[in-house]
């Protein structure tokens, strides 16, 4: 049942990351597939090291507690960086407001606050700023 939750997750976490199989493969450093057979279940029994380095890859860490309370993580060193990598990839997905670039150019005039040549940018961030606290105080619809 473990084997099953974990493949469950790796797979979804490949998925919002939009890795292939082989791209995981190649950043766990294991065979692509090792990758698919897990994904599928048919490979129930995989070294814990090899478990940890394919979690890793999508930014998957794991916590270990005592009895205690005492806890470490369980990650590898660039295990942080996949984590940005994922949590940006889950509002890219989940956004549904409008994307500003302060910095993009050739852009219609009447959006002045996308062109950096004709926008003051302390004030472009500002109001960057007034709508996302607008919109964070919105009412939510729960889907």
């Given amino acids: 049942m473990l ?3 974990i493949a469950d997750l790796l797979k979804a976490t490949r998925k919002t990351l939009r890795l292939s ?3 995981l493969a190649g950043r766990a450093g294991v065979s692509h597939r090792l990758v698919a057979e897990v994904e599928r279940g048919e490979r129930p029994h995989v070294s814990f090291e090899t478990a940890l380095r394919l979690l890793g890859a999508v930014g998957i860490s794991i916590r270990l507690t005592d009895p205690l309370g005492t806890s470490c993580e369980l990650d590898n060193p660039s295990g942080e960086a996949t984590a940005r990598a994922v949590r940006a ?3 890219r997905a989940t956004w549904q407001g409008r ?3 302060l910095s993009q150019k050739g852009v219609e005039e009447e959006d002045a606050l996308t062109n ?3 926008a003051d940018p302390l004030a472009a961030v500002a109001l960057v700023s007034e709508q996302a606290y607008a919109i964070g105080d919105a009412p939510r619809t729960v889907r």
Avoid: C, P, S
Wanted: proline content about 0%; hydrophobic content about 25%.
């Fill in 21 to 23: 199989q082989k791209e």
């Fill in 116 to 118: 950096a040549q004709g």
């Fill in 89 to 91: 990839a889950v509002r």
């Fill in 99 to 101: 994307q500003i670039r």
């Fill in 3 to 5: 084997t099953t939750q």
